[in-house]
């Protein structure tokens, strides 16, 4: 799922493309991405953007009589920027929004689709989006620890729970943490003052150098390459790579959809987090350290 970073670099190569242009109309390719009826998509015919915000992970377009269109990519959606409207996909095309310059595409891989679109009028409306989470790169130490400590969770969940933080999602909590050598495990109740600022420090040290990296990577091109699996990353996707600090490989977690990447001597002490369905299936075989996963791969192998 595109988060903070990558929609701050969308945003900014939109601004540069259409900010002060009209929408002439939006081309829905799939009936089902847009979830509002009233107004009509159609109202949006020849209004002009106003603004270009993030809410959360969402894009916002704020467009003439007080009317904002709000774009949400969830897991596999993405923009594309044409200079002229090209011929619509309806395997991964969702929808289409025309203007002088250019069109731009909203796009999901896979089968499912959950990528939306919203059409709403004032900022009554819009807040409603607004899930609430802490804007991190304007926070102060005090006011990210409260937020920490507002609930207690893993640091995983924390740090990508919309309500505490906005604009990080699994891949940059995972970057975080590991900036941070702290575990994903560690509960906020148990957090201590200096790993709640090292914490701080890590989020936005690491949000800062992406938004920077990901503006060099684009230049003046439309971002092309959003994905949440980036080979400058230290351990997120990286299962079984070795570590960029220390070098031993690189630990995961599975549970449902998403995946939680760490690594073991830098973040938990040298301890193996248990992996919800591998730790039930061998229970007491299960290895507590890399050392003792070592040491079964051996007697496994015969090596």
Known sequence: MPEL??????????????????????????????????????????????ELRRTGKRIVFALDDDLFLVIHLMVAGRLKWHHKTPK???????????????????????TKRRASIYLVRGEAALRDFDRGGLEILDSSPADFAARLRSENHTLKRSLADPRLFSGI????????LHRAKLSPLLLTSKLTVEQAARLHVATISTMTEWIARLRAEAGDK??????????????????????????????????????????????????LLADRGMSRLLKKDWPKSLDEMEESIQRATGD
């Open 5 to 50: 970073p990558d929609i701050t670099v969308y945003i900014e190569a939109l601004e540069q493309r259409v900010l002060g242009s009209a929408m002439w109309r939006v081309q829905l390719v799939s009936p089902f991405v847009l979830r509002s009826v009233d107004p009509p998509i159609s109202t949006v015919g020849g209004k002009a953007v106003r």
């Open 169 to 176: 999602g699994n891949a940059y909590s995972d970057e975080i």
């Open 222 to 271: 439309f971002p092309e390459k959003v994905t949440a699996f980036r080979p400058e990353m230290a351990v997120h996707g990286k299962f079984r790579e070795p570590c960029p600090m220390c070098g031993d490989p690189v630990q995961r977690i599975r549970y449902a959809d998403n995946e939680t990447d760490y690594c073991p001597t830098c973040q938990t002490g040298g301890k």
């Open 88 to 110: 619509l996909s309806r395997r991964l095309a969702l929808a289409a929004f025309e203007f002088e310059s250019g069109t731009l595409v909203l796009t999901e891989a896979g």
